[in-house]
């Protein structure tokens, strides 16, 4: 992953299908109380440390202070009951009536445990109420347990980025953009 930049225009290529289908969101699994609490700009720190944990191309502190300090962000951290360190967060920016899901992440020791429902889930419901009517994200087409995530979240492809994420030892890895309706 990149530091942030502007969303870059669509590839042409093959049709996908539209993301017309606005399904509940989803849950954690039974027994696991997890808490979201909004990401303000003192919460850099803490996320950039798992950023740094879970992307190769690490943010800074300073650039996702940056993004929680803009007027349109939504960015969420998730606790673990019982547990000091944040299990996961999700930054995302609205302009207008459209939201893109910058970045998400959940502490590997967390992961498969419901985190990343919680945070997409608590994502779109914010999104419901700023009226943003679309949600998008990119994804790396071999990251098979995001896709699932995504895919039962009721994202689907709308795009083809050939090449959009390098992988350690240069091999460069297709991104796919996901949207849904909010």
């Given at each position: 992953m990149t530091q942030p930049t502007t969303p870059k225009a669509d590839q042409p290529g093959a049709a996908l299908p539209k993301a017309d289908a606005k399904p509940a969101g989803?849950?954690?699994?039974?027994g696991l109380h997890v808490s979201l609490l909004i990401a303000e700009p003192p919460?850099?720190?803490e996320i950039a440390a798992l950023h740094a944990r879970c992307f190769r191309d690490a943010w800074s502190a300073e650039a996702i202070e940056g993004l929680l300090s803009d007027s349109g962000a939504l960015a969420f951290v998730a606790k673990v009951a019982g547990q000091m360190?944040?299990?996961?967060?999700?930054?995302?920016?609205?302009?207008?009536?459209?939201?893109?899901?910058l970045s998400i992440a959940v502490a590997p020791e967390q992961q498969r445990k419901g985190v990343g429902a919680r945070l997409v889930a608590g994502t779109i419901r914010g999104l419901e109420r700023a009226e943003a009517k679309r949600l998008f994200l990119e994804v790396a087409v071999d990251n098979e347990a995001a896709r699932a995530l995504y895919d039962r979240a009721g994202f689907v492809a709308v795009?083809?980025?050939?090449?959009?994420y390098q992988r350690p030892g240069g091999e460069m890895v297709d991104g796919l953009t996901l949207s849904r309706n909010v």
């Open positions: 989803p849950v954690a699994p039974a919460r850099a720190g360190a944040i299990a996961g967060f999700v930054i995302a920016r609205l302009v207008g009536d459209e939201a893109e899901i795009g083809l980025r050939r090449g959009y």
